[in-house]
């Protein structure tokens, strides 16, 4: 991916995004037309062929890590009922999604040389298995939402970048950011992510963190391994008892 300072004809501040070809990014430029400034960025224009999406540029461009954790918080409390819009084709459901991560895990697991304990491994199938068929309603999913990826702006406070777009239950939108390391990367500060965001924007807690651990697993390769492995241990044992 290549991004980069542009300016518009009518000579506002833009910025152009080339992108490779994805799964997750899949049908990013769909996701903001559907947002259309409210919450994320403007999409200015697009070509498809080229994969790639001019954009509305955000001034400072502050990341929001950078705000301070508490009002993070606050922010996403605030921005994600405005991202969930509903939502269905052509976005990939997260059902589909699911399905995907459920086929890799263990081959992954093994390729890795079985980087953690199976009962782990077995937590994230089940979580899987038995959230995929029974979700609520489908709304629009930023699946790679993190305090990096909401930016400082003029026109709104904060604006959300960068999506990786999924249709499926709002539970689910809380997993990125309940694990994301530059919000806090202790125990006590994942959990206390999980609970504030389920409590205040009123989601059911299990659910959420059944789908932080299965995607935090599935998302768990390369140098995000040890953190991510770590986090999945820590919302296995928070489980409900």
Not at 132 to 137: H, N
Not at 145 to 153: E, F, K, M, S
Not at 201 to 220: F, K, M, N, P, V
């Amino acid at each position: 991916m290549a991004v980069q300072a542009a300016v518009t004809a009518d000579g506002e501040d833009a910025v152009l995004k080339v992108q490779d070809p994805h799964r997750e990014s899949e049908h990013e430029a769909t996701a903001l037309e559907l947002w259309d400034g409210e919450g994320a960025v403007r999409l200015l224009a697009h070509d498809l062929e080229q994969h790639a999406l001019l954009l509305e540029r955000c001034v400072p461009g502050t990341a929001l890590s950078a705000a301070g954790r508490d009002e993070a918080l606050g922010v996403f409390v605030e921005l994600l009922p405005t991202l969930w819009k509903p939502a269905g084709a052509p976005f990939r459901p997260l059902a589909e999604e699911a399905a995907w991560w459920a086929a890799n895990l263990l081959p992954q697991w093994e390729e890795n040389r079985r980087p953690f304990e199976r009962r782990l491994l077995d937590a994230a199938l089940e979580a899987l298995r038995d959230l995929a068929p029974t979700q609520g309603e489908q709304v629009l999913l930023h699946q790679d939402l993190h305090g990096d990826n909401v930016l400082a702006a003029q026109r709104e406070p904060w604006l959300v970048i960068d999506p990786k777009p999924l249709a499926g239950e709002r539970e689910f939108g809380l997993a990125p950011i309940v694990r994301s390391s530059e919000l806090g990367a202790t125990r006590v500060e994942v959990l206390h992510r999980l609970e504030c965001l389920s409590s205040e924007l009123g989601l059911d807690r299990e659910r959420a963190r059944g789908w932080a651990l299965a995607q935090t697993l599935a998302w768990s390769e390369g140098g995000r391994l040890t953190y991510h492995v770590e986090v999945a241990r820590w919302l296995s044992q928070a489980g409900a008892t």
